[in-house]
């Protein structure tokens, strides 16, 4: 089968991946602006395919129409703007550096972390020259270069496991995608011909309507930084405590969030507000009872009680279990392609073969697993933390992949799952600082490449013929990414010093990292009986949500809403995603699926103004020589 694709595709793709790689981080750790790559709602890679879309290639049609980029080079470029978005900041790169650098630097007689820390340490996991970590964190003496070597095996050694990392969840996503895709959506390239010279989508009037309404509202902020005098408009409307002031709500609002989830099931949108709200109920009534649970599980999962937590857990477990039970006769037909080469299914539209998934999974997951248990995380609880791990993957990529909604996270780090089940001894202090590490690929959870692809095989759908190149595509962007990314954080910190940067990425990502592991450590645990039981209710909860949902035609909650419904992430989203709801529940009652349709490129526009608006005033911010101009966290 002709590939479709061009070799203009892949040095265009490779080309922005590697400028992804270099200005997310960049933006974020220097021009403390925008935050481009910190979340699957990927706002990066929609302003650069904007910009690509919009005028590059128009200009290039314009010069010669066979210089332009075909629609199949188009995707290409697209899929691999999102890979190469999940490495840089949070994603892995930017948690990295911090963090294998910053348990030396700012160690200190208070925290007592060459106690706690230090004797426990594999040495490969962290650079062990003091000097190029004490550089890197206050900047170069005048006339000294940047002391690649003492970099060179640690990152070494964590490039090789995000390699295999990341070619694990690429097998995953080919697997499960058969079975996700009828219910996936990537709205962006899915309106239009992306491969006119301007498609009907950028045609439309209506949606730079909703283009215009973020974009100028934002000007009004990024001009509020320049000149004071002009009116702020602010992404923070308004907080508050609640329940004799011992539960703590934000009201906020992104434009773009509000576009994204004008494209999701109306069941889905309710479900997430409504058990937001029920958990925020649930907390001030346990708060003000005395009945809440002293726990603390980490301090991404500070916005709620443990038992919330624990009980989203409960809903997630079952939540991927139920849905790879669902799935077991396509994982049945997968093995019996990749074992026996069973003709009676065809793997022929997947990015690779079944075959190559599967023993490529199985290879990837035997490799982290051994890498794993040399940095010191102990046999016994090994198989829990990969389970939970892999769970965790598969939980947010088909939340954000297959119920379109625009960003989700775990409900808890994986890490303190295992804590909290288990206890501390079993673990012993070398595991515990093993699993500190393991922060820097199971913390955040809001971008990583499985999310990428899962949506980037419904985007490879469009494409007539071999879509197997696509695979080197992205093997290409990730290796850009990782390749710009590292360099770019290196020699600005190098330059700057890495304290006087962000201070969040550069110094509080590794504070807050040890600072978590540190309590454990210093305070032994036993497996939280508590825990186990708000697990277990929780997992009874989704159930009946999945029971009702099957049952009852009139069921007006999804189970997908209750296990993403806790969380900082979703505190943050709550009200957009109820504004969104609302608005299109208004729509569809008094004009149906026709207004529905019509009003659907403004709600796009929102989100490509507001992309369109953070990547704009990063370049003014650039040129101006300023930073602490942030316009949007999409």
Not at 55 to 75: C, G, H
Not at 152 to 166: N, P, Q
Not at 478 to 502: D, M, P, R
């Amino acid at each position: 089968m002709k590939s479709p694709f061009t070799i203009k595709g892949f040095v265009v793709g490779a080309l922005f991946s590697f400028f992804m790689g270099i200005a997310a981080p960049y933006a974020v750790i220097v021009l403390q602006g925008s935050y481009m790559a910190i979340n699957s709602s990927s706002p990066g890679v929609i302003f650069l395919f904007f910009i690509l879309v919009f005028s590059i290639n128009v200009l290039l049609a314009f010069i010669r129409r066979q210089f332009a980029l075909s629609k199949a080079d188009l995707v290409l470029v697209y899929i691999m703007l999102l890979l190469a978005s999940t490495v840089p900041t949070q994603a892995f790169v930017g948690y990295l550096i911090p963090v294998i650098s910053g348990l030396y630097y700012y160690a200190s007689p208070e925290n007592s972390w060459d106690e706690v820390f230090f004797p426990h340490v594999t040495e490969w996991l962290a650079p062990q020259n003091y000097k190029a970590i004490k550089d890197l964190h206050e900047g170069l003496p005048p006339g000294e270069s940047i002391p690649w070597g003492a970099w060179t095996e640690t990152l070494g050694y964590w490039y090789v496991f995000f390699i295999a990392l990341s070619f694990m969840m690429i097998c995953m996503s080919v697997i499960l995608h058969r079975q996700w895709s009828a219910n996936e959506r990537l709205a962006m390239l899915e309106e239009g011909e992306i491969g006119s010279r301007i498609g009907p989508f950028f045609r439309n009037k209506v949606m730079w309507v909703g283009f215009a309404v973020p974009f100028a509202l934002f000007a009004l902020t990024g001009l509020n930084h320049y000149f004071p005098l002009v009116p702020d408009v602010p992404f923070f409307l308004w907080g508050g405590y609640w329940f004799r002031r011992t539960v703590w709500m934000i009201f906020a609002l992104s434009y773009a969030w509000v576009g994204f989830f004008y494209l999701v099931n109306l069941q889905i949108s309710f479900s997430i507000w409504f058990f937001f709200l029920l958990g925020k109920i649930q907390e001030g009534t346990f708060n003000i009872l005395g009945i809440s649970s002293s726990e603390q599980l980490s301090l991404y999962s500070f916005s709620q009680t443990a038992d919330l937590t624990h009980q989203s857990m409960g809903a997630c477990l079952v939540f991927v279990i139920y849905g790879l039970w669902r799935a077991r006769k396509h994982l049945g037909d997968v093995w019996r392609k990749a074992w026996r080469g069973d003709e009676d299914v065809d793997d022929r539209e997947e990015l690779i073969s079944y075959r190559v998934a599967v023993f490529g999974f199985l290879g990837c997951l035997s490799f982290i697993g051994f890498w794993l248990w040399a940095s010191g995380i102990p046999l016994i609880v090994l198989p829990m933390f990969l389970g939970v791990s892999l769970i965790f993957y598969i939980f947010v990529s088909r939340v954000v992949a297959a119920g379109g909604v625009a960003t989700a996270r775990s409900p808890m780090v994986a890490a303190f799952f295992v804590i909290s089940g288990v206890g501390t001894s079993i673990i012993g202090a070398k595991g515990l600082v093993a699993l500190t590490f393991t922060y820097v690929w199971q913390s955040e959870m809001r971008v990583f490449p499985m999310i990428a692809m899962a949506n980037s095989l419904k985007l490879a759908e469009v494409v007539k013929g071999n879509k197997r190149p696509i695979f080197w595509g992205v093997c290409l962007a990730l290796i850009c990414s990782l390749v710009g990314s590292t360099w770019i954080i290196l020699t600005t910190c190098y330059e700057y010093g890495g304290i006087n940067l962000h201070p969040f990425f550069m110094t509080h990502q590794a504070v807050r990292t040890f600072t978590d592991m540190g309590r454990p450590l210093l305070n032994p645990t036993m497996p939280d009986v508590r825990g186990w039981i708000f697990t277990g209710i929780g997992g009874i909860i989704q159930i009946a949500l999945m029971v009702g949902q099957h049952r009852f035609y009139w069921w007006p909650l999804h189970p997908l809403g209750f296990p993403i419904s806790v969380g900082w992430l979703t505190a943050q989203i709550w009200f957009s995603v109820f504004i969104s709801w609302l608005l299109k529940l208004f729509i569809l009652k008094y004009g149906g699926i026709k207004l529905f349709s019509a009003a659907r490129p403004f709600f796009l526009g929102l989100i490509l103004g507001e992309a369109t608006a953070g990547g704009f005033w990063l370049i003014v911010d650039w040129i101006m020589g300023e930073s602490g101009n942030l316009i949007t966290v999409m």
